[in-house]
């Protein structure tokens, strides 16, 4: 209240405290100096004082094992990825064509012996007609 730079609100609240610690029949009580005890109340050691209890200390933790670095994998060739990937799919085109074949074999395979068994029975009349019994 003495300070005029004081704003407006906190000379407020200052008289409002004031008027409650009236209310509370406090108004003889002076509040506690920095370096005096409040009664019941548990004391801080002072930064200066020694403490008589024994400092405990923790373990000292155990040993880390030893660090195992994980494998960095290199990464792959794009040159290299590029022929593993024409080789696998070398390797599925050849199996696709041998189905074809397979299949165009199977498909054809009957007209195929009808035509070898035609040609084989012309032949053969053809070679009895030249050999007179």
Known sequence: MDNPNASP????????LESIRQLLGDDTLQPP???ETVEGSDQIPMLFEQIDEPVV?????PPAPPKVEPK???RPDPIAKRQEALLH???ELRAAAQLIMQDVIDDF???IEN???RRLDVRMEWLLSQYPE
């Open 33 to 35: 100096l920095l370096t």
């Open 115 to 117: 035509e070898i068994k």
């Open 57 to 61: 200390t923790p373990p000292p933790p």
């Open 72 to 74: 960095v994998e290199a």
């Open 9 to 16: 609100k906190s000379v407020h609240l200052l008289d409002d």
């Open 109 to 111: 395979a009957p007209h």
């Open 89 to 91: 799919l070398d390797v």
